[in-house]
């Protein structure tokens, strides 16, 4: 069973950057769907982001476009989340998530089946 581990969330000020990192455990993640989500407080989870196995094909929420980048290095069995120009409504805490889903990279986070504990993000404003 694939077990994600999220880390380098942090408190940042407003157009600062972050670098979030999900290492995977337990099998590889070469041909999973990987994906980030986040809860801001007293908010639902929603989604951030999302790339496909073969790394071409990737999704993201509209308040993010432009600003973030998911990337991901199978090898190293890891995902990337390169935020810039973060804002304070980007505070939240991040979870990285996975399921074998093709090419698909979905928003629905019912489709994901593999979660982390979260990293914690606050942007001050």
């Known amino acids: 069973q694939v077990q994600l581990v999220e880390s380098g969330g942090g408190l940042v000020q407003a157009g600062d950057s972050l670098r979030l990192s999900c290492a995977a455990s337990?099998?590889?993640?070469?041909?999973?769907?990987m994906g980030w989500f986040r809860q801001a407080p007293g908010k639902e989870r929603e989604f951030v982001t999302a790339i496909d196995w073969t790394g071409r094909s990737t999704n993201y929420a509209d308040s993010v476009k432009g600003r973030f980048t998911i990337s991901r290095d199978s090898a190293k069995k890891e995902v990337y989340l390169q935020m810039n120009n973060l804002k304070p409504e980007d505070t939240g805490v991040y979870y990285c998530?996975?399921?074998?889903?093709?090419?698909?990279?979905?928003?629905?986070?019912?489709?994901?089946?593999?979660w982390g504990q979260g990293t914690q993000v606050t942007v001050s404003s």
């Open positions: 998530t996975a399921a074998i889903l093709g090419t698909i990279v979905t928003m629905a986070q019912g489709q994901y089946d593999r």
């Open positions: 337990g099998g590889p993640i070469g041909t999973y769907t």
